[in-house]
């Protein structure tokens, strides 16, 4: 087993833990990011209510997708290229939030919610046409989110926008040949929907 393998066994089993411990409280709820299947990215995560306005949330995303990268040096795209191509795309991204509901239903309606992440991928060479055999991409970052939650019996739809800071701690630069990944070093939009499915307590 890799060890990006036990990486997100390890964080599976941690959101698998918090579920267990919480089940006996408001909640949780297990949740699903929908829009990340667009781009090949599988999101298993929790809510726990903690308060009529308060809640804590994890998502383990684990990222599984072919692309075409390019790798450059320096900061931008047109610097000398160190190598690119096809490659098979491995990663894992970790998502702790803190969520603010202003209304009176607890876990519904409109929140803000503050965001970290941290993140690593390994690109794996399917027709690399020169440079380097492997590379990596690490990166860390925050987001601020604006988002409504609506409860449909047990399950419950989530949607939400804001912006994302990210930054890049590869040692190489580069770009993916599509609009989805990598985040994009710096300040930028961001919007989903999630589906969730409330395991434990009433809402």
């Given at each position: 087993?890799?060890?990006?393998?036990?990486?997100?066994?390890?964080?599976?089993?941690?959101?698998?833990?918090?579920?267990?411990?919480?089940?006996?409280?408001?909640?949780?709820?297990?949740?699903?990011?929908?829009?990340?299947?667009?781009?090949?990215?599988?999101?298993?995560?929790?809510?726990?209510?903690?308060?009529?306005?308060?809640?804590?949330?994890?998502?383990?995303?684990?990222?599984?997708?072919?692309?075409?990268?390019?790798?450059?040096?320096?900061?931008?795209?047109?610097?000398?290229?160190?190598?690119?191509?096809?490659?098979?795309?491995?990663?894992?991204?970790?998502?702790?939030?803190?969520?603010?509901?202003?209304?009176?239903?607890?876990?519904?309606?409109?929140?803000?919610?503050?965001?970290?992440?941290?993140?690593?991928?390994?690109?794996?060479?399917?027709?690399?046409?020169?440079?380097?055999?492997?590379?990596?991409?690490?990166?860390?970052?925050?987001?601020?989110?604006?988002?409504?939650?609506?409860?449909?019996?047990?399950?419950?739809?989530?949607a939400y926008m804001g912006g994302t800071w990210t930054k890049d701690?590869?040692?190489?630069?580069?770009?993916?040949?599509?609009?989805?990944?990598?985040?994009?070093?710096?300040?930028?939009?961001?919007?989903?929907?999630?589906?969730?499915?409330?395991?434990?307590g009433d809402l």
């Amino acid at each position: 087993m890799t060890n990006m393998n036990k990486n997100f066994s390890i964080l599976l089993i941690m959101v698998t833990v918090l579920t267990v411990q919480t089940t006996a409280q408001i909640g949780p709820v297990i949740r699903t990011n929908l829009t990340g299947l667009l781009a090949g990215r599988y999101s298993l995560g929790t809510e726990l209510v903690l308060s009529d306005q308060f809640s804590l949330g994890l998502d383990v995303d684990y990222i599984a997708r072919n692309t075409s990268v390019i790798f450059y040096r320096g900061g931008r795209p047109g610097e000398p290229l160190f190598g690119g191509g096809d490659t098979q795309k491995r990663g894992v991204i970790l998502e702790p939030q803190i969520r603010w509901y202003p209304g009176k239903t607890a876990g519904q309606g409109t929140y803000v919610t503050i965001s970290g992440f941290l993140g690593y991928s390994r690109y794996t060479p399917v027709d690399w046409f020169w440079g380097y055999d492997r590379k990596g991409w690490r990166g860390r970052g925050g987001s601020f989110q604006l988002g409504y939650q609506r409860r449909v019996k047990r399950f419950l739809l989530d949607a939400y926008m804001g912006g994302t800071w990210t930054k890049d701690q590869s040692i190489m630069s580069f770009f993916e040949d599509d609009a989805w990944f990598p985040q994009r070093p710096g300040l930028r939009m961001s919007a989903g929907l999630r589906l969730g499915f409330n395991a434990g307590g009433d809402l």
